[in-house]
């Protein structure tokens, strides 16, 4: 955006000086923030890529998709559609600077915002570019990237009772017995099962009768939990009530720990990334510590080779299930997570030549990799406890937040110094649940500062703190005795359209519209070297197409949600296609606005071609390649950018 020269040196914005193309004149530029070091990104993205969906997801959906044979699905679609993603992501945000919202500057119409009128030449004003935010009087208006930021703002209450709970676990693993190791306290119902062993028969107490039934029946009774395990999740931990209609009480317990939760993201934030940079070195690193401890350790006990073999056994005739290859693709986006916003903000901190294509291949092969790690970790440990009670690993497996707090918990306290497992394993889930959650609200954080730099850029404490408090207020009502079918009912829907719609478009608007000729120009810029025709290919057809296919599949093969054997009532499905549709309300509204605006001044045709245009304050994050960049940029018609994208293919890379 343009600015008068009384704005360049206006005090409240933050000012570096650096060298300007023209005759090696300084200037005063407008300062963002980096990576004090590049390995402060690197493990801040690994705490981000391997997160819960990693560890408890991934293990459920391979067992029931073929074992092993799910691996080959996994692999290719990580392959055609994650890490293309995830490199696309990263390079348009470290080539412009810009993070969730601002990125899409290179397509206004996606990001909602007209085109701005420069009141000088910003490349032969080199303070343009530096000061272009907004100064002008035009604000831009929300598109896609709005709907990143509300993606991902409307995740964060819910999912940081991740945090939560195994903060609740960690206080609980003091006592001298496990809590979730016995029946006979005050939460645990008349068909509590402990000790369950293989072919014995065990009373059950229902009512004022006594029925003779073996272990497995009463391991598939139809109440919502029967070990002491579950009962202590389901009627300690939640208190959970009849139904989504039954609100109940309030869980203060729960309550407290959010509060402690946001607590410690707010303080791993306070400075910002500087601050989550160092933070990182801890979250990131100690779960794998951990993950390989609990490994070894329940490699040892009885039933864990078996476990693995039943991990590993592939049944192929899986492939043939398209079912198959639909959970495959949308694995890699629980996993890697492209399409939420806080690839391109971690990448918008990073200096303009680091090797944007080098990083993306690391965290995706550490990031999927530690996905089929904890594969073995888990079925060792589901191996181990079928072993004891005499149950089939099928029926010992459970999905989400039971994995994690049901099973493993269950596993643990069978191995010597119970609590000591225990807390080691409950301190993971908050170290990698606590990367995850920093990097969504740093989304939003960086969203709002950028937007307002003027009164929020020397009060980011402010804004973190207020953020982190309206999510904590937002997040009490998942602490009720209703909150977990309305956890369950946001995670059900709120991933399901918007990421892979954000990720098609966005494939669309670089492929198609900005020009992967173009695009390739500036990741020549970035790291001397143009893309490939293979990553071309993928771009423009093979990832957009596979989106596309996964995105309708989902639609057509709708299953409506439940939490264990209970059945959510119609209205509630209602309820979730909205919460799903709203990151996507911005997008066509803001797109007509844009376009309606340049039509004051302009035919409808070159309104729409202004609307698909680069803001004029999109370019290069370091001004040194400004000029370069111009001469690299000349607009182009859709058909020619069509044309010049086969051409550039017979180029050298």
């Known amino acids: 955006m343009p600015s008068t020269a009384g704005d360049v040196t206006d005090p409240t914005i933050p000012m570096a000086t650096g060298n300007t193309q023209g005759g090696g004149r300084s200037a005063p530029l407008r300062q963002r923030e980096s990576w004090h070091r590049h390995l402060d990104y690197m493990l801040t993205m690994v705490g981000y890529s391997v997160g819960l969906s990693n560890l408890l997801r991934f293990p459920y959906i391979c067992n029931r998709n073929g074992g092993g044979a799910f691996l080959i699905p996994f692999i290719v679609c990580v392959l055609i559609a994650g890490f293309p993603m995830f490199f696309l992501e990263s390079a348009i945000s470290q080539f412009s600077g810009k993070?969730?919202?601002?990125?899409?500057?290179?397509?206004?119409?996606?990001?909602?915002?007209?085109?701005?009128?420069?009141?000088?030449?910003?490349w032969r004003c080199p303070v343009g570019k530096y000061v272009a935010l907004g100064v002008d009087g035009t604000k831009g208006q929300p598109g896609i990237g709005i709907g990143s930021v509300l993606l991902t703002f409307?995740?964060?209450p819910y999912y940081n009772l991740y945090l939560a709970w195994p903060i609740y676990y960690m206080l609980k693993t003091c006592s001298s017995v496990l809590p979730w190791t016995t029946c006979g306290n005050s939460w645990n119902?008349?068909?509590c099962v402990d000790?369950?062993?293989?072919?014995?028969?065990m009373s059950a107490l229902a009512g004022n009768t006594s029925d003779t039934i073996t272990a497995a029946e009463l391991w598939e009774n139809v109440t919502l939990a029967h070990t002491p395990a579950e009962e202590f999740w389901q009627y300690n931990v939640l208190s959970i009530s009849s139904g989504i209609d039954d609100v109940g009480a309030v869980q203060w317990h729960i309550v407290g720990c959010l509060f402690a939760s946001y607590v410690l993201?707010?303080?791993c934030l306070i400075r910002g990334i500087k601050s989550a940079g160092k933070v990182v070195y801890v979250t990131?690193?100690?779960?794998?510590?951990?993950?390989?401890?609990?490994?070894i350790t329940t490699l040892l006990k009885p039933g864990a080779t078996d476990g693995l073999l039943y991990y590993f056994v592939p049944d192929f005739s899986q492939l043939l299930d398209i079912q198959v290859w639909l959970e495959a693709c949308l694995q890699v986006f629980f996993s890697l997570g492209p399409g939420w916003g806080m690839i391109s903000t971690a990448a918008s901190y990073k200096k303009f030549n680091e090797p944007c294509l080098r990083d993306c291949l690391i965290l995706t092969i550490v990031s999927e990799g530690t996905s089929i790690f904890s594969g073995c970790v888990t079925f060792a440990v589901l191996g181990t406890m079928a072993q004891k009670t005499g149950v089939p690993i099928s029926e010992v497996v459970s999905t989400g937040p039971g994995l994690g707090f049901v099973t493993y918990p269950d596993a643990l306290a069978q191995l010597p110094l119970p609590q000591l497992w225990?807390?080691?394993?409950?301190?993971?889930l908050l170290m990698v649940g606590l990367d995850s959650e920093f990097m969504g609200a740093e989304v939003v954080i960086t969203a709002l500062v950028d937007q307002y730099p003027r009164h929020l850029g020397k009060r980011r404490m402010l804004v973190t703190a207020g953020v982190c408090f309206i999510s904590f207020l937002l997040g009490i009502v998942f602490c009720t005795q209703g909150g977990p079918y309305m956890f369950q009912l946001l995670d059900w829907y709120e991933a399901s359209l918007a990421p892979m719609v954000f990720c098609t478009l966005e494939c669309v608007a670089v492929g198609c519209i900005y020009g992967i000729r173009r695009m390739s120009n500036d990741v020549e810029m970035m790291l001397g070297n143009r893309l490939s025709p293979l990553v071309k290919i993928l771009i423009v057809f093979v990832t957009p197409a596979t989106l596309t296919a996964a995105l309708i599949l989902t639609l057509l093969r709708y299953q409506p949600p439940t939490y264990g054997k209970y059945q959510f009532p119609s209205y509630a499905s209602l309820i979730g296609w909205i919460i799903a549709v709203i990151p996507l309300l911005p997008l066509p509204v803001y797109m007509f606005m844009t376009v309606r605006e340049h039509m004051a001044t302009h035919s409808l045709k070159k309104s729409v071609n202004l609307a698909l245009s680069p803001d004029d304050d999109w370019g290069p994050a370091d001004d040194r390649y400004g000029e370069e960049y111009m001469m690299n940029s000349q607009p182009e018609s859709l058909p020619s950018r069509l044309r010049s994208w086969i051409c550039s293919n017979n180029e050298t890379t």
């Open 189 to 191: 119902s008349d068909l």
């Open 195 to 201: 000790d369950v062993n293989a072919g014995s028969n």
């Open 422 to 428: 225990s807390f080691m394993f409950f301190l993971m």
């Open 154 to 156: 409307g995740y964060m």
């Open 99 to 122: 993070a969730a919202k601002q990125m899409w500057s290179f397509c206004p119409m996606f990001k909602g915002s007209p085109k701005k009128h420069m009141l000088f030449e910003p």
């Open 265 to 267: 993201v707010f303080l």
């Open 284 to 295: 990131a690193l100690l779960p794998y510590i951990l993950l390989v401890s609990i490994f």
